[in-house]
């Protein structure tokens, strides 16, 4: 079997990291894997780092320099691509992926089967209106997702929270969407950054934008480092909010209690050493943040929303809150930084169920389980 993914690389996150996971497990599980990596030239550094990663691991990969996504010439590339493979199934992944999908197959009489995994929305909507679905405006994104699911011919969501949204919001799908969860392998780490003896850390890792819910704890500042001895509230990632983040801790006063590492590698050296991970996100479509920190066995809190809803286990793995009381938030933190137990047994409860449920072995045999499904 033989299967292309298509993506436009940007960045390396959560989708990227998913990819060098997935693809080479596949690849092992005997399914012939290729990447079309399809990138603007201001990103050409980035997407010539993420093709490396995957040319080390013996992946194929097929690079398209483009001017605009919507271009006419970028689909007569890839019908060129596909003319001379014979692939499967085009398995593309966000907005734009599927809309070449949907295209090649409407317009360009393309036979290759189309897959497409839902991994999240348009940023901003997404955030305003992740608990409410049937209120989404119907936006130019929102047209071109109608345009684009009910002819793709295979969906499954990251999420159940994620399938539910789409459903929600009016999106039509060809099929029935299946769910498969994201499952990760993590090596062992050892390691940490160093902290201060006396100090309770938390962490907030991910993207510095505002799905991600920041401003939500930071207000809260202030209040955590009067009644927390040794607060520290570390900042692990880097983005469009930056400045705005950083001028906040500047204004109130709190850069004696708040660190921004700006981006790094890999975030689970800042993870071993914190004693709380916080995920005040609005939505996430699956969250790797928190497969991430419970690696670690580090206890998570977040609100009870899209994507973390079906990773943190309330009273369990960590906790969760009603969405979007940052008050509750911040006093869920103050109640276990005096419970040191209590955050150990979920942190050792949250390593256990990453492991055997969110397993790469779990996603890799759900996934081909799929495409043999499709092809028949």
């Known amino acids: 079997m033989k299967v292309l993914f298509v993506q436009n690389i940007e960045g390396i996150a959560g989708s990227e990291k998913y990819f060098w996971q997935l693809l080479p497990a596949l690849k092992q599980g005997g399914i012939d894997v290729s990447f079309l990596c399809v990138y603007k030239k201001e990103y050409n550094q980035i997407s010539t780092t993420f093709c490396d990663y995957l040319i080390q691991k013996d992946i194929p990969v097929h690079r398209?320099?483009?001017k605009s996504?919507?271009?006419?010439?970028l689909l007569l590339k890839m019908k060129k691509l596909l003319n001379r493979h014979n692939f499967n199934f085009i398995h593309s992944h966000l907005i734009y992926a599927d809309f070449w999908s949907a295209a090649l197959r409407t317009f360009f009489r393309v036979k290759t089967k189309?897959?497409?995994t839902l991994h999240g929305y348009q940023e901003n909507i997404y955030t305003e209106f992740c608990l409410k679905p049937q209120q989404v405006p119907k936006n130019k994104y929102y047209r071109v997702a109608r345009f684009t699911y009910k002819r793709i011919d295979h969906v499954y969501s990251c999420s159940e929270g994620l399938k539910n949204f789409f459903l929600g919001a009016g999106v039509q799908f060809k099929n029935q969407v299946e769910v498969i969860h994201h499952g990760f392998d993590y090596p062992k780490i050892e390691i940490g950054i160093k902290n201060s003896i006396g100090e309770f850390v938390c962490a907030i890792p991910g993207r510095l934008i505002p799905r991600k819910g920041h401003q939500l704890v930071l207000k809260h500042c202030?209040?955590?480092r009067e009644?927390?001895?040794?607060?520290k509230l570390v900042i692990i990632g880097d983005g469009e909010l930056r400045v705005d983040l950083e001028k906040y801790v500047f204004e109130n006063d709190l850069r004696d209690c708040v660190v921004f590492?700006?981006?790094?590698?890999d975030v689970r050296p800042h993870l071993v050493v914190a004693d709380l991970i916080l995920i005040p996100s609005y939505a996430e479509g699956l969250p790797l943040v928190i497969f991430e920190a419970m690696s670690v066995s580090k206890p998570v809190i977040a609100f009870k929303t899209i994507g973390p809803a079906e990773v943190v286990e309330d009273g369990i793995t960590g906790c969760l809150i009603k969405p979007f009381d940052d008050n509750k938030f911040a006093d869920k933190i103050i109640e276990l930084s005096k419970s040191p137990q209590e955050l150990r047994n979920f942190g050792a409860e949250g390593k256990k169920l990453v492991e055997n449920k969110f397993s790469l072995t779990a996603m890799t045999k759900n996934t081909i389980q799929f495409y043999q499904t499709c092809l028949n």
């Open 64 to 66: 398209i320099e483009t």
């Open 69 to 73: 996504y919507l271009s006419l010439g």
């Open 114 to 116: 189309t897959v497409s």
């Open 222 to 224: 202030k209040e955590l």
């Open 227 to 231: 009644k927390i001895a040794g607060f």
């Open 261 to 265: 590492t700006g981006n790094v590698g």
